[in-house]
């Protein structure tokens, strides 16, 4: 039989053909914006004041927009997470497993219980045999996202029971992959150094007795070294990050997902996807950068008035992305305040002193201070305009010298744990498939023979 000759495909190219393709399709998807107001369409499943649409229910965590003190709160399994910081933090301890516990089983570990768990977990921080050299280190990607998910799936692969969706098997599979995040996110990150950038490869293997976040700085570091206030920001930024409701981006992806009755690797593979836009997970990426084109066109980071133009320069797209947003101001649900971000501010000042980068911080707090009155001079806002936790997380990220690469992916590192519980809870309580309507608001048309298409 006769081969077909392939052609040399440029996967990359954006040809004439495809241009005017694009066009068309641009031309013919084009809604008209009043028909969304016409019929009471709530775009992104949310009212002009920021109240989502009821899609479900969850015992998970809460998101409430303003609290008895007037500040936004945020509970896991009913605790204040204000309160179950402040726990960790007293006794000295990391706060991350013992938050994945509460999440994904609706009550606070004893003693025994935690050491149980947190060995459970380092049982299964352990990837299967050549994984990294087969899989990882083979066509490693500049996007540690996408590496992220492509091992997931790849994971798929070496489970013998991968579509078996009972409650136990579930629950391993999450468990594990909990487990075997930081290690993907990272090696996935090692290699694209390595071969992107022709820095020295090197692969530390986890160590048992170390915490999720000690782990990351452990398998990251060249020498392995950090100090105790780096992995205590670090694992207080996992415990922020590990869940924020049913209705954010990613967890509601999961509960879509999960809710076809597809397997798990599917379901934190598509909330990956998810995760990886800027509107999600990617923001914190966004503030670094925004940051460090206003550092480069102010002189004197303490001039006021020079960095409230910067910020109207922002709104007017005359800077930075020219997008005409502030990044890391506002949030979908809060107003006054995000308590991620109240919570994480007084440590983000702790380590820049530490790393003597005082300056920089006030540059930040000025900043967040002032934006939100100048968003509240030129913009219609039906609701209060607060610092959001990605204002600050790309900054502790930067200060632990942690690569931009690698920025997303933590937060993925985190929210496995509020996805693992998403998930367990969707197949728990047998749900129908999640379809909500669409209107169509296409006229309908007599179809056109070949011979009279113009």
């Not at 920021?50 to 399994?77: A, D």
């Not at 020498?223 to 996992?238: G, K, N, Q, V, W």
């Not at 790309?394 to 993925?412: C, D, K, Q, S, W």
Request: aromatic share 10%; net charge negative; proline share 4%.
């Amino acid at each position: 039989m006769m081969g077909v000759t392939p052609k040399n495909i440029n996967y990359s190219e954006i040809t004439p053909e495809i241009r005017r393709l694009a066009e068309l399709c641009a031309q013919n998807n084009a809604i008209d914006p009043e028909l969304y107001t016409r019929y009471d369409v709530k775009r992104g499943l949310r009212d002009l004041n920021g109240k989502g649409v009821l899609t479900g229910l969850t015992e998970i965590s809460e998101v409430i927009p303003q609290g008895e003190n007037g500040g936004g709160q945020l509970f896991y399994r009913g605790y204040d997470v204000k309160q179950l910081v402040k726990g960790f933090l007293q006794d000295k301890r990391f706060g991350f497993e013992e938050t994945t516990y509460l999440l994904l089983f609706g009550e606070l570990p004893t003693i025994n219980q935690l050491g149980d768990f947190n060995t459970l977990l380092s049982d299964y921080r352990s990837l299967p045999t050549s994984f990294v050299r087969d899989i990882i280190l083979k066509a490693p990607s500049h996007d540690m996202m996408n590496t992220l998910a492509r091992s997931v799936l790849t994971l798929y692969s070496y489970d013998e029971n991968a579509d078996d969706i009972s409650p136990a098997n579930v629950l391993r599979q999450c468990l594990q992959l909990i487990a075997l995040f930081p290690m993907l996110s990272v090696y996935g990150y090692q290699a694209y150094s390595h071969y992107h950038d022709g820095n020295s490869l090197f692969i530390h293997n986890p160590v048992s007795e170390l915490s999720t976040a000690e782990n990351i700085l452990h398998i990251l570091r060249p020498d392995s070294r950090y100090t105790p206030l780096e992995a205590h920001i670090l694992d207080l930024a996992l415990v922020l990050h590990a869940e924020h409701g049913g209705g954010n981006n990613s967890s509601f992806t999961n509960h879509v997902v999960t809710s076809s009755g597809t397997d798990t690797y599917s379901a934190m593979a598509a909330s990956l996807g998810s995760l990886k836009g800027p509107r999600h997970g990617g923001a914190n990426l966004k503030v670094v950068r925004m940051f460090e084109d206003m550092k480069a066109h102010l002189p004197d980071w303490q001039d006021e008035d020079a960095i409230r133009e910067y910020l109207v320069a922002l709104l007017e797209k005359r800077a930075f992305d020219r997008e005409g947003l502030i990044y890391g101001m506002g949030h979908a649900v809060y107003s006054i305040s995000d308590p991620r971000a109240e919570i994480f501010k007084s440590f983000v000042e702790q380590l820049a002193s530490e790393k003597g980068m005082q300056d920089e911080y006030r540059l930040y707090t000025t900043v967040e201070r002032l934006a939100p009155q100048v968003i509240a001079e030129r913009r219609r806002i039906y609701k209060g305009v607060s610092a959001n936790i990605d204002f600050y997380s790309g900054f502790v990220y930067r200060m632990l010298n942690l690569p931009m690469e690698l920025y997303t992916p933590i937060f993925a590192v985190a929210r496995i744990s509020g996805w693992s519980a998403h998930r367990m809870e969707e197949l728990l309580g047998m749900g129908k498939i999640i379809r909500p309507a669409y209107k169509s608001v296409q006229d309908h048309r007599d179809y056109v023979p070949m011979d009279a298409r113009e």
